[in-house]
């Protein structure tokens, strides 16, 4: 699984299938889900996901405005903006734009 994470966060920007990462990690697709699921509670999909949405946060911290939010959602690997945006609420609770107030506004990192 640590290894899977590793590939994972090498990689954030491509949309790796299973038998790939499996492929690069010398396993079967079947025991590298399986394995990955039971260490980390979470699929590869869902750990990729909140990676990227982690990032993004710091991306969009550090950046301050610098960057725009396609920017940052093409960086990080995300289909579109609104791709972007549903990974955000679904892991937040807040849309990029409204994270990127909050942290404009906070002298406390995110």
């Known amino acids: 699984a640590d290894a899977t994470k590793l590939e994972l966060s090498r990689t954030i920007a ?3 299938s299973v038998h790939d990462l499996a492929s690069s990690l010398d396993t079967s697709a079947y025991h590298l889900c399986r394995v990955f699921r039971a260490c980390t509670g979470l699929t590869m999909h869902e750990y990729r996901s909140e990676l990227r949405v982690r990032i993004a946060l710091e991306l969009l911290e550090q950046s301050a405005g610098s960057a725009t ?5 093409h960086t990080l690997g ?3 903006h609104s791709h972007f945006v549903q990974a955000m609420l679904r892991h937040t609770g807040v849309t990029p734009s409204m994270a990127r107030s909050l942290v404009a506004s906070s002298s406390r990192p995110l």
């Open 78 to 80: 995300f289909s579109s």
């Open 69 to 73: 939010l396609a920017t940052v959602a």
């Open 14 to 16: 491509e949309n790796r």
